[in-house]
């Protein structure tokens, strides 16, 4: 047998077997108050017979011990450990004890037997709890049985035992109030008490607090004072240094042993319950933990000593009462200040711990004050109480205040010495997942900044978006997506990947995205664009590696023209027949290589074809060929979706659940939906004055036949005003007007002349440039771009 194992958590826990366990329960006289039908099969004796006699008598593990004291001893406690436990009874109500005897009796075979023995701590006569168990049940059980714990349930035949079951947490070392309502609920359906044993989880056999040195401590009190009825003399100043030592030998046991159990993460909730659950039961009662609001906010806050006007947050609340009988009184998650003049405040300010031997009723009226229309005076009256400062790096970060019931000892020196170690130990840990928080925070806001809030609706085509931080390497990365509006109803989609981790490659990704969207704003070619990219990664570090796939859709003419980096290639789904294909494209360096030209490819599309764009890490898996990757890609991208957002969860739940994936991803679905032919209009202009009045008709008759006529007036002004503008400054001959209808009524007119009209402020007496203030101030949106033959000027207006 192990001792001092935490439990696990209730829904780890599996048990392999049980084993019928007898129950014996003892009064503070040490008679037997309760004999259960176990004990009567593994000790012999009627309930009628046992009930009021000393248990001493009844429970014969000690008879063989004269025998063969060798057999009665497992991991040093055994038999002896059970007798010092029922003969000092009344100084066992802090310490369980456990072992493992012979039991010998006339006419019966010599029996194993494993006990434990729990002191209870109750307003009921009963002060100890033994179980037994026959070792001898376990002989068919396989070796790999790590860890045995018992268990019982209510009994009809024990008034009491309800009571006793609900007090698990109470009396059993390492157990919640969840866990024993587990217990009790799986036991209640068999009728009687048994002994689980597990093959695989850590579950508590005997007390974590000292278990052998308690024993140690009786036997060797025991073997003094029988010395001394002996007339043998014994050295009661080396005795009782003895004991001290052991003593403190077992608080340094119990901090090693928390301090193994709390901090098994970075999450601040999950370490801000394994504080509170490591010292209730078995150092306190009750555990209250409160921290500065800004911890809890996982954010970062000064350096200076709190005051009145601190909030502090309730952050946790465990207890061994009644379920229910706090929640009212001290709810978890309430905020509050400390007045200046509690025991709480005090401890704030200091950093010192705070002993109370005991609450008063004064002292108890005082706190409750604090309580709005809530009495808390019958909850904390009488209880000894020790408020320990959760601190880190010099400062305070909360406290835990420490409550004990009147039937326990009050805390004292020794309790305070150990409490504030538990809370420094406890303070560091939680400040160390304060911390871990709100990096993950910063992390996190930085993420989101950079990550762009793409349009679902753009001319032409629909898109859907997803972002996976790394699994294992924090939540910055340098994966990133893009979509950006160009002239002409087009789109550009971009995905990209910075090599490596962290917040350079965070940075870098910044640096590159906002790069890509301004050389697509002057509507370069995908290949000249990367080249451009190409030429900054350079300039910012030769340590600086990216891929990106960049792909402008035209709508109007039904193609995508792509340029990849060293990027995966893109996925195209077919409408016409839902076939999915990766599209052969020039691989290309990546970004930051220098030296390598890039190729840029253009590919036809139908109205309802997807494109999927993605970073690797959605299908790159360590040990895995890529290849079965993109093959899943493929499939999953092919799948029957009622939505583009439902299109995109199909393919991250075929390719994120196969395990090993430590890179985040980025995903990029757009459904090409083009632009019907009836929805655009182009006319050839000459750069003629009059070309400006034409230019309106042909715009007023256009609206009037797609049913637009509440746009016309502004439209008509919007064109008279481009038209003019070319006809003013452009050098060429003819100029084009074209109007698309899709989402906004786009209006374009381009001409040869390669140089962009600016916005500028005309003086009073001047009568030209006043043209596209006109334009900026009646337009939803308007721009310039350059074009292989010279440039274009747009405007959109909103559709009623």
Not at 629 to 646: I, K, R, V, Y
């Amino acid at each position: 047998m192990d001792s001092g194992v935490p439990s696990a958590p209730p829904q780890e826990y599996a048990a392999a077997g049980r084993i019928p366990l007898a129950v014996v329960v003892v009064d503070g006289d040490g008679l037997v108050s309760h004999w259960s039908t176990g004990a009567r099969r593994l000790f012999g004796p009627a309930r009628e017979a046992a009930i009021g006699r000393p248990a001493v008598e009844l429970l014969p593990v000690f008879g063989a011990l004269a025998a063969d004291a060798a057999d009665d001893f497992v991991d040093g406690y055994g038999g002896q450990a059970l007798h010092g436990a029922l003969d000092a009874l009344g100084g066992l109500t802090d310490y369980p004890a456990a072992g493992r005897a012979r039991l010998s009796d006339p006419g019966q075979d010599r029996i194993d037997v494993l006990w434990w023995a729990y002191p209870m701590v109750g307003p009921g006569r009963e002060r100890l709890v033994v179980l037994a168990a026959d070792a001898g049940q376990f002989a068919g059980a396989d070796e790999s049985v790590e860890r045995i714990a018992p268990g019982f349930a209510l009994h009809t035949d024990f008034p009491g035992f309800g009571e006793l079951a609900r007090g698990l947490p109470e009396i059993m070392p390492s157990m919640s109030v969840r866990e024993s309502n587990r217990i009790v609920s799986q036991i209640l359906e068999l009728g009687y008490p048994v002994l689980e044993f597990s093959h695989h989880d850590r579950v508590p056999v005997t007390p974590d607090w000292g278990v052998p040195r308690r024993a140690e401590r009786l036997a060797r009190r025991r073997a003094a004072e029988e010395a001394v009825a002996a007339g043998h003399p014994v050295d009661a100043a080396d005795l009782e240094q003895d004991l001290e030592y052991a003593a403190v030998r077992e608080r340094l046991e119990f901090l090693n042993e928390v301090s193994g159990r709390i901090g098994s993460s970075l999450d601040l909730a999950r370490t801000i319950h394994e504080v509170s659950a490591a010292v209730v039961p078995r150092f306190s009662d009750v555990a209250c933990t409160y921290l500065r609001e800004e911890v809890v906010a996982g954010e970062g806050f000064s350096e200076g000593e709190p005051d009145a006007t601190t909030m502090w947050h309730r952050v946790a609340f465990e207890h061994v009462d009644e379920p229910g009988r706090w929640d009212d009184v001290v709810p978890v998650g309430e905020s509050m200040p400390f007045p200046a003049h509690t025991p709480f405040f005090q401890c704030m300010i200091t950093g010192e711990p705070v002993l109370v031997p005991r609450i008063t009723e004064e002292m108890g009226t005082a706190i409750a004050e604090q309580f709005d229309k809530r009495d808390m005076r019958p909850l904390i009256n009488g209880r000894s109480m020790l408020i320990a400062p959760l601190k880190a790096r010099n400062v305070v970060l909360g406290c835990m205040i420490l409550l004990r019931h009147p039937e326990r000892p009050e805390f004292n020196d020794m309790d305070r010495v150990t409490g504030a170690e538990l809370a420094a130990r406890a303070g560091l840990v939680i400040d160390n997942a304060r911390m871990y928080t709100y990096q993950e925070n910063v992390a996190e806001t930085l993420q989101d900044s950079m990550l762009p809030q793409v349009t679902p609706r753009m001319a032409g085509c629909d898109t859907a978006t997803r972002y996976l931080p790394g699994t294992l390497l924090g939540r910055v990365g340098g994966d990133w997506f893009d979509s950006v509006k160009l002239p002409g109803s087009r789109t550009a989609l971009v995905v990209g990947d910075v090599m490596g981790h962290g917040l350079n490659s965070a940075a870098m990704m910044g640096q590159l995205r906002t790069a890509v969207q301004t050389m697509a704003a002057l509507d370069l070619p995908p290949e000249q664009l990367l080249r451009g990219l190409d030429d900054l990664a350079q300039r910012m570090g030769e340590h600086y590696l990216a891929t990106c796939l960049y792909a402008v859709y035209d709508p109007i003419r039904g193609e995508l023209h792509l340029a990849n980096a060293g990027h995966i290639p893109p996925v195209i789904v077919r409408a016409e027949d839902g076939r999915s294909e990766l599209l052969d494209l020039p691989t290309g360096a990546p970004i930051g290589v220098g030296g390598v030209p890039f190729e840029s490819v253009r590919v036809p599309v139908s109205p309802g074809d997807r494109l999927v764009m993605c970073t690797d890490g959605l299908v790159e898996v360590r040990g895995e060929d890529i290849g079965v990757g993109l093959a899943t890609l493929c499939e999953s991208a092919a799948h029957p979706a009622a939505s583009m957002d439902d299109a995109c969860d199909t393919i991250i739940r075929a390719l994120n659940t196969r395990g090993g994936r430590k890179d985040d991803v980025a995903l990029l679905m757009a459904r090409l939906n083009g632009i019907e032919p009836g929805s655009v209009a182009t006319w050839e202009l000459s750069l003629e004055a009059r070309e400006a009045a034409r230019a309106r008709r042909l715009v007023r008759g256009q609206l009037a036949g797609w049913g637009l006529g509440a746009l016309t007036e502004t439209a008509e002004q919007l064109v008279g005003e481009l038209v003019a503008n070319a006809v003013r400054h452009a050098d060429g001959r003819r100029a084009e007007l074209r109007l698309v209808r899709a989402g906004t009524l786009l209006c374009e007119v381009a001409d040869d002349d390669h140089t962009l009209p600016t916005l500028r402020g005309a003086r009073p007496e001047e009568e030209a440039g006043r043209g596209l203030r006109v334009v900026s101030a009646l337009a939803r949106e308007w721009g310039t771009s350059r074009t292989a033959r010279g440039k274009t000027v747009w405007c959109e207006l909103s559709l009623p």
